[in-house]
């Protein structure tokens, strides 16, 4: 079964240091999505994107955060000048279509800042 | 506002007994909803959804109710088993881009 790929599974960072996560969405997939899920809350909704570009942002998707597609498969999550604050899971999710259809999640990438 | 919300945080079961998870939302103008099971240290993976021309749909041993009028969700899981031990969340879309989580209720099966 076709399934989303993210990697790395954990990352330790210092304060203030960029991270880079990667995903790779499920291949026919178009809308691709991160969220975060600090520990024992809910998920969180950070961005979207369709067609190379940002389609909607929640506001925690600060000018701290981009996303990028640098090619046909895989989708990144670039956290610049990390926090403490940003500790959390962050997870990509990809759909075939939007709304109102059923968003497939990775198994996480557990970002510590240290 | 926007939310959706559980009613409980957590719910305990015999195995073997039914098991009822409730979510409220709160603006009516959603219109497709998933429940989704995290076990420990996974992804959110779909159980399953329906949208809001429906009140109920069943799946696997799991049926989804909706209650429109009270906007109110609710997963039903027949048959309790341990496996089905996680964190289950409802979650909304309102036909954009986002799909809006709940809070989260841990179910705990009892063997």
């Known amino acids: 079964e076709p399934e989303v790929t993210q990697t790395p599974s954990h990352q330790v960072t210092q304060m203030g240091q960029e991270v880079i996560l990667r995903c790779v969405p499920i291949?026919?997939?178009?809308?691709f999505y991160w969220y975060r899920q600090i520990l024992g809350q809910k998920v969180e909704f950070l961005v979207s994107?369709?067609?190379?570009?940002?389609?909607?942002k929640s506001e925690i998707f600060d000018d701290q955060f981009s996303v990028e597609r640098p090619d046909g498969s895989n989708f990144t999550l670039k956290i610049r000048s990390t926090k403490l604050e940003d500790s959390a899971m962050y997870f990509c999710?990809?759909?075939?279509?939007?709304?109102?259809?059923?968003?497939?999640f990775g198994e996480g990438s557990w970002l510590t800042v240290v | 506002g926007e939310s959706v919300g559980l009613h409980l945080p957590t719910l305990s079961v015999q195995e073997g007994d039914n098991s009822i998870i409730n979510c409220a939302y709160s603006?009516?103008?959603?219109?497709?909803f998933i429940w989704y099971k995290q076990e420990s240290g996974k992804g959110p993976q779909f159980i399953i959804d329906?949208?809001?021309?429906?009140d109920k749909r069943q799946g696997q041993r799991v049926t989804v109710l909706l209650n429109k009028t009270v906007k109110h969700l609710s997963l039903q899981i027949a048959a309790t088993q341990p496996g089905d031990s996680a964190v289950y969340f409802c979650?909304?879309?309102?036909?954009?881009?986002?799909?809006?989580f709940g809070a989260g209720t841990r179910l705990f099966v009892k063997a």
């Open positions: 999710a990809s759909s075939t279509l939007q709304g109102g259809n059923t968003i497939y």
């Open positions: 291949s026919n997939h178009l809308y």
């Open positions: 994107f369709y067609n190379n570009e940002i389609s909607e």
């Open positions: 603006n009516s103008a959603s219109d497709y």
């Open positions: 329906i949208r809001s021309n429906m």
């Open positions: 979650a909304e879309n309102r036909g954009g881009f986002k799909t809006i």
